[in-house]
């Protein structure tokens, strides 16, 4: 039985029953190989070859794969009709034939389908071809360019800015986009205007609203009222005149459908009507593809397959009538450049298929696939029909205008069925209706009434408006955007609030640093002509080694003349470019870095090792004034504690106050007195911001330490506390580290008694035993083997005899081998051990698939993968 390949078990599990017992279906479970996150895996020096390795938990199912071929070695691999698909049947390929699973002769072909419908899997079986090669080429170089991207820059990120994380190739472009419009909104500054509207009516009583649009002979403008007594003129200028209809003009107006829904498009709906995220989305219409409802969900296409429209007339006609369809079929042209991913749109398979009648019980993929389906119906029916009227109304004399418009739906035509959904709505004076007015009749005066309005800043940007500026500059492509937008949020660069995007300190911190160092890198033009060179190889117009040519050029000299940069350097680099935004100028001209506190120092932008930001003097120690991280409050700076430090409150007749001592703030329960020369203290943790710490949480301080409860062995009193070295608890002589400040208040029996028996353990029992490791990381590539450990004041990375502090908000779970490698390096260079020279790596390299031909040929075979699977970094994976 041939054996046919497809990416998920449920996509198999469905072709199985179509194809029948004939043929054997076979899921990969998607990629099955990866570039290992080391240094190597592209090697520049070797024309970029690149190091393949397949997972650990996709041997089994490539394992599955070769097994089923013993039994019949023709293979047909039908994974998805895009760039990623062609791919994921490339590295099948290339695995099988490392296994010897297949050989020069087997009988290897590639199908392809839009949908998941008997009919579609049939007709694909008729007609295979061979991977395309030049969409492998696409793919190679994409892959490329994201890991060298990420695991280059990167490992400077690290050093260069505390607590910044990975930056890959496109996400470092979106997230310019947020924190640049953050700052247009922190920029922008108000400005007031005035409206005037009066309710008129006609001689049948009847009423409706007109706006002023002349005064004193004029059309007005904006902003030509621009306070309350140039509005208060012109009501008194309405109210003296009597008014006249001067014309009333009706016009008939048509409106159109929308396009059917391509990636991007679909994205931006869902989230607009939905609140789904581009992640949400995507995850649903993968399910809905899988199922056979949904054509393929990844496209720039919005073109519909001749049967499709024809399906659409038959269920336009069938449920609304022929005046619902048009003469012609309505026909759409794709966008996309390049027409490897110019599929056909995302449309119903059936589209006699309603929500109804598709009995989806799952609530998102249901209100997806009723939007999908009322888009596509709505996109082959007939335009809307309206009549659309403007009144103009005037004194005799000439000095006073208004106007009154309106519009009347004559034909809902595809309104019926579907409307598309606004990103920013705005009110608009054409949806009113109108009364019968005409032509030479006064104008009663009801009611005048005067409206401010203040200008607004743009708004943050939704996934939606995101995607949709992403797609305007041609940055990503639809297969990209859901783990774009997805990834910059994990990384804690973005949040979202009521579904906007927010820029966080670490974001605005990277942004400012890659358009200060890598400019070029994070330009809008600079990523959107990369990608057209990308889709000028999948056409096959262009070689990929070329185009990893170029940039790596650049690339390398811009990451090589980076490396002597001081943290001190950078930091300070980054106050010039943020100086506007952190210290904009102030109305008495004086110097708005001078330090409020001390009148000496300047302020300037500090990072903590957690990865915040925040405002500080350069006096420090001297003076510890600090503020948060951005412009200053409308109050203007003030010290965050003053000298003589700050009154929180009383509590039980005593006074609490924050102080700033020599060894930093700290909180206090009464005053010094010759009675009591040292009152109870406790220190602030240093994540704290010294603005927000008040009463309450004083007291949390000073009620330390804090009894959790006895030990269910002996019935010895757990405590917690802050001590020298961060958050602990206590038994007897045990003492554990916590992992954050809020759990010293908060943790409870069963995990402190979990936290003391694994602290128990890691000392074997007893003194000198050797402690075991958090985390294993494979080899250094100069040898020897990398391991987290624990240690008193922390974990750390410990190779051969170098041991390298962790970054306090970095889980020793998530240290990847990329980033131990840089940081026991950095703490080899320092201590002057040196960084042995890198053994030669065996590398499995690529081989340029073959050129593409008519029927174009698989790519070459290459050498069995490396053995070896790291932990995946986000330095290293893909940035799309």
Not at 203 to 214: I, N, V
Not at 855 to 861: C, E, I, R, S, T
Request: aromatic share 6%; glycine share 6%; hydrophobic share 35%.
């Amino acid at each position: 039985m041939p054996v046919v390949v497809v990416e998920s078990p449920a996509k198999a599990k469905t072709i199985n029953q179509y194809l029948g017992p004939d043929y054997t279906v076979l899921a990969s479970y998607g990629h099955v190989r990866d570039l290992p996150p080391k240094d190597g895996s592209v090697d520049t020096d070797a024309d970029f070859e690149m190091l393949w390795e397949i997972a650990s938990d996709s041997k089994k199912h490539v394992k599955a794969i070769a097994d089923a071929l013993k039994n019949d070695p023709n293979l047909i691999l039908a994974t998805d009709p895009d760039r990623e698909g062609e791919a994921i049947s490339w590295h099948l390929q290339e695995a099988l034939a490392a296994r010897k699973a297949i050989k020069k002769d087997t009988p290897v072909s590639r199908v392809v389908f839009n949908a998941i419908t008997k009919t579609a899997v049939t007709e694909a079986m008729k007609n295979p071809r061979q991977v395309d090669a030049p969409l492998v080429e696409a793919y190679l170089a994409r892959r490329a360019l994201d890991y060298l991207v990420g695991f280059n820059l990167s490992p400077v990120l690290w050093r260069k800015l505390p607590g910044s994380k990975s930056a890959g190739r496109v996400q470092s472009v979106c997230l310019r986009l947020i924190v640049e419009r953050e700052m247009e909104i922190e920029a922008f500054r108000p400005q007031e205007y005035w409206t005037v509207s009066a309710l008129l009516k006609t001689p049948r009583g009847q009423t409706y609203e007109a706006r002023l649009t002349t005064l004193a002979g004029k059309r007005l403008d904006k902003f030509d009222l621009k306070d309350s007594t140039a509005a208060e003129m012109a009501v008194q200028a309405i109210t003296s005149r009597d008014l006249t209809v001067q014309s009333v003009e009706a016009k008939p107006a048509s409106r159109n459908p929308s396009p059917p829904f391509m990636t991007s498009t679909l994205q931006q709906e869902a989230s607009r009507k939905f609140g789904m995220g581009a992640r949400q989305t995507m995850s649903a219409a993968q399910r809905l593809y899988e199922a056979g409802l949904i054509t393929y969900m990844r496209t720039d296409g919005i073109d519909m397959a001749p049967e499709a429209v024809a399906g659409a007339r038959d269920a336009i006609k069938a449920k609304f009538g022929d005046k619902y369809l048009p003469k012609e079929s309505r026909i759409y042209k794709n966008k996309a450049k390049n027409a490897q991913e110019a599929h056909e749109c995302i449309r119903p398979t059936d589209m006699m298929v309603d929500t109804k009648a598709a009995r989806i019980s799952d609530a998102d993929q249901q209100k997806l696939y009723d939007l999908i389906y009322k888009r596509t119906i709505a996109s082959q029916m007939s335009g809307a029909q309206f009549e659309r009227t403007t009144v103009e109304v005037a004194s005799g004399d000439g000095q006073v205008g208004l106007r009154a418009s309106g519009q009347v739906l004559l034909f809902d035509g595809f309104l019926a069925v579907y409307e598309e959904g606004k990103d920013d709505s705005v009110v608009d004076d054409d949806d009113k209706r109108l009364p019968q007015i005409s032509q030479g009749e006064p104008a009663a005066k009801d009611k005048i009434t005067p409206d401010q309005h203040f200008t607004q800043p743009p708004p943050r940007y939704t996934e939606a408006t995101l995607v949709k500026r992403m797609e305007e500059l041609g940055i990503g492509r639809p297969s990209t955007y859901a783990s774009i937008v997805t990834t910059i949020q994990d990384r804690d660069y973005v949040t979202k609030d009521k579904n906007r995007l927010i820029p966080q300190d670490k974001g605005r911190l990277v942004t400012a640093f890659l358009s200060n160092y890598f400019h070029k890198y994070v330009e809008y033009d600079f990523t959107a002509d990369l990608e057209d060179q990308l889709d000028k190889v999948s056409a096959g117009d262009a070689d990929y080694k070329d185009v990893l040519r170029r940039f790596w050029r650049d690339f390398s000299a811009a990451i090589a003349e980076t490396s002597e940069l001081r943290i001190t350097d950078v930091l300070e680099k980054i106050n010039e470019v943020l100086e506007p935004h952190l210290f904009p100028a102030k109305e008495d001209g004086s110097d708005p870095r001078l330090c409020p506190n001390c009148g000496e120092g300047r302020l300037s932008m500090r990072t903590a090792r957690s990865g915040g930001a925040f405002i500080g003097c350069s006096n420090y120690p001297e003076c510890r004034f600090t503020r948060p991280f951005g412009p200053p409050s409308e109050e203007g700076d003030a010290p965050a504690i003053p000298p003589e430090g700050k009154l929180l409150g009383e509590d039980g007749g005593d006074e609490i106050w924050l102080h700033d001592g020599r060894f930093g703030p700290y909180v206090q329960r009464g005053v010094v007195t010759e009675e009591v020369k040292k009152p109870p203290r406790q220190s602030v943790p240093r994540d704290w911001p010294l603005e927000s710490v008040d009463i309450e949480q004083a007291l949390k301080l000073l009620n330390l330490p804090r009894e959790v409860g006895p030990h269910p062995e002996d019935g010895e009193m757990i405590t917690a506390t802050i001590g020298r070295y961060g958050p602990y608890i206590k038994h007897n002589k045990t003492s554990a580290t916590l992992p954050s400040i809020d759990d010293v208040f908060t943790v409870g029996m069963n995990m402190a008694v979990e936290i003391l028996a694994t602290k128990l353990a890691s000392r074997g029992g007893g003194r000198g035993a050797a402690a075991q490791p958090i985390k294993e990381l494979g080899d250094h590539p100069s040898g020897g083997a990398m391991n987290v450990m624990p240690g008193r004041y922390g974990p750390y990375v410990k190779w051969e005899k170098v041991n390298a502090t962790i970054p306090k908000d970095t889980a020793p779970e998530d240290v990847t081998p990329e980033m131990a490698i840089a940081l026991v390096d950095e703490k080899a260079a320092k201590s002057g051990k040196g960084k042995a020279k890198k053994a030669p790596a065996k590398k499995t390299a690529s081989k340029k698939p073959a050129a593409k031909k008519p029927a174009a040929k698989k790519p070459a075979a290459k050498k069995p993968a490396a053995k070896k699977t790291p932990a995946k970094s986000p330095a290293a994976s893909k940035d799309e």
